[in-house]
């Protein structure tokens, strides 16, 4: 069964602080993957990857993926309070057929920045 | 608001009661999903539409649990003889599918919290 593994379960970091989210899959041939932030609420769309080795930013959050090695990684520099929440990794199976476009999700690490 | 939207966004029912929940998917999305979340755990794939026709639905939608899209726009996801265990987060997302792209990201509304008592 296709599984994704995220690290930390939890982190406290401080403001100003940089972090870094880990995400590892055990799904061949996946065909992209993606990063959400969860707050009280329904997850946001944050990344998807699909190319290995290609970063993505947005403002102070990037992301990049190692197809090789089976993990990406979510830095987020400079935390904010607003930084709190769950991030969600996922990935897409490979395709066969008409369906195939469920997300598998991991477990989620939860951040706390304290002011 | 053109975003995913969820009807109710809170349930408390009695085991053995039926519950029936409602997504409007974003208006131009075909696609349409439902993810069943609980405490510390990320959401789990249920159930899968493109416009009308359900595609795929995960070995956890047992025979209690049955989700229709008749016309291709909202999704009901009906659970009959609720159980404890049910209670949960349901998610609804939606994504659209351009030519040339065989997946686009999903949008997630804000879900319905089921307390089954």
């Known amino acids: 069964e296709d599984k994704v593994v995220q690290s930390p379960l939890s982190l406290v970091v401080h403001e100003g602080d940089t972090v870094t989210l880990n995400c590892s899959y055990e799904?061949?041939?996946?065909?992209?993957l993606l990063w959400y932030k969860q707050e009280k609420k329904a997850p946001t769309f944050l990344f998807m990857l699909t190319s290995s080795g290609i970063e993505k930013k947005s403002g102070r959050l990037s992301s990049i993926l190692d197809k090789k090695e089976l993990f990406s990684i979510l830095n987020i520099t400079a935390t904010q309070t607003g930084d709190s929440a769950i991030y969600l990794c996922a990935v897409i199976p490979p395709y066969s057929g008409a369906g195939s476009y469920q997300l598998t999700f991991g477990k989620g690490t939860k951040l706390s920045v304290i002011p | 608001d053109t975003g995913v939207s969820q009807d109710p966004r809170h349930k408390i029912t009695k085991r053995g009661q039926n519950v029936t929940f409602r997504c409007d998917p974003i208006?131009?999305?075909?696609?349409l999903y439902w993810y069943r979340q609980t405490l510390g755990q990320g959401p789990e794939f249920l159930t899968y539409?493109?416009?009308?026709?359900?595609?795929?639905k995960s070995r956890l939608l047992s025979d209690r649990f049955s989700a229709e899209r008749p016309k291709g726009s909202f999704s009901t996801l009906e659970i009959q003889r609720t159980e404890q265990g049910d209670s949960a987060m349901y998610l609804c997302a939606s994504s659209s599918m351009t030519s040339g792209s065989s997946y686009n990201e999903q949008f997630f509304g804000p879900g319905t919290r089921l307390t089954v008592l």
């Open positions: 208006s131009e999305h075909n696609r």
């Open positions: 539409f493109q416009n009308e026709a359900q595609l795929e």
């Open positions: 799904v061949t041939n996946f065909r992209s």
